[in-house]
């Protein structure tokens, strides 16, 4: 504990942050010292034998440890009670996309068109690794896996420019519209499993690629942020009635409303973006302008 850091904080991040780093520590001994033992290495996050002083043998496996062995705390970009938000890793590829249909109430990824598959998450891992991420459960007995994901690309095409439709706009499901050098972040998707909404992991979702903007020296980012909550009022307005009134406040939306609330200015109602029916297939322009910018930084 540094002198700084109350005895709350301290159990904290012990029980939330350094759990991983404990269970690594414990693994890796453990197998150090049947190595010294035995006078043969093992690998600590296999299963191994291990001779007992009466020659008895028994069998060692680090249980829920699968993901342990990669896992590094440089690694973590910000932490929350009992979640770290990462950049995604290729073993968060099956959790991701459960968190995804999850999401969008849907089975599997399978059963929606536009939802990622773990090819796609592993390709976009390869395209632009900063811009993905993940929100891990480090423990509890769902520990290693992800219950929250954003993915983003970079574009030259500023947010003045005509909207184009998801589809259209991201190229392929790999992102192969994904721009290397361009200037602005476009917020592809975004999902937080139902059971652990509400508790700031999609705060921590924006503030992370707030700092990736931040970092890369981008102009800003923006996203068509759907109108998820339109299905209640679907008989009485059309969607772009009831965009307008989510952009003046007069009506809340579960999902444009949080993304207004996260410092993003909503611009525009921007109809037949993606096909959604509980948003009525549309959502609004949201845009951040990077107030750190520099024009040749
Ligand atoms: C949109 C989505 C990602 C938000 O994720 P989330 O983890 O619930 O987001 P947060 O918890 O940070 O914030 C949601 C709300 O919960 C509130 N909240 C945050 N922490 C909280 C806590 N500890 N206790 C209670 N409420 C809390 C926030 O105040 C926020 O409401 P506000 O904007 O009125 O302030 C999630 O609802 C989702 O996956 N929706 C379905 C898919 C979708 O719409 N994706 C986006 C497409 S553009």
Redesign the pocket.
């Known amino acids: 504990m540094s002198n700084d850091e109350s005895e709350l904080d301290a159990l904290r991040r012990a029980l939330n942050y350094d759990w991983p780093e404990i269970q690594k520590h414990l693994i890796e001994e453990g197998a150090k010292e049947a190595a010294e033992e035995d006078d043969e290495e093992r690998d600590p996050y296999e299963p191994y034998w291990r001779t007992n002083p009466d020659g008895t043998r028994t069998l060692h496996m680090s249980f829920d440890s699968w993901w342990l062995k990669d896992f590094v705390r440089e690694d973590v970009l910000l932490e929350l009670p009992g979640v770290v938000i990462m950049n995604t890793k290729p073993w968060h590829t099956d959790s991701v996309c459960i968190s995804l249909a999850d999401?969008?109430g849907v089975g599997r990824v399978h059963e929606c068109d536009d939802c990622f598959t773990e090819d796609d998450i592993l390709a976009h891992i390869e395209r632009f690794p900063e811009g993905q991420f993940a929100a891990q459960r480090i423990s509890g007995p769902n520990a290693g896996n992800c219950v929250?994901m954003a993915t983003t690309m970079r574009t030259s095409r500023p947010p003045t420019a005509p909207i184009r439709p998801w589809r259209h706009a991201i190229g392929d499901m790999t992102l192969s519209a994904h721009e290397p050098d361009g200037e602005w972040l476009y917020?592809v998707?975004?999902?937080?499993?139902?059971m652990?909404?509400?508790?700031?992991?999609?705060?921590?979702?924006?503030e992370a690629r707030f700092d990736l903007a931040r970092r890369l020296n981008l102009r800003g980012w923006y996203?068509?942020?759907?109108l998820?909550g339109y299905g209640i009022y679907a008989d009485e307005m059309d969607v772009a009635d009831y965009g307008a009134k989510v952009i003046a406040r007069q009506l809340?939306d579960?999902?444009v409303?949080?993304?207004m609330?996260?410092g993003f200015r909503a611009e525009r109602v921007i109809t037949d973006y993606v096909d959604e029916p509980a948003a009525g297939n549309a959502?609004v322009l949201i845009v951040w302008e990077n107030p750190d910018y520099e024009q040749d930084g």
């Not at 998707?189 to 139902?194: D, I, K, L, N, Y």
């Not at 652990?196 to 979702?205: D, F, M, N, T, V």
């Not at 996203?223 to 759907?226: D, E, I, L, S, T």
Request: no cysteine; aromatic share 8%; charged share 10%.
């Open positions: 999401a969008y929250g917020g998707e975004m999902a937080v499993r139902p652990y909404q509400g508790h700031g992991i999609g705060a921590g979702l924006y996203a068509v942020g759907m998820m809340k579960p999902t409303t949080m993304q609330n996260r959502g």
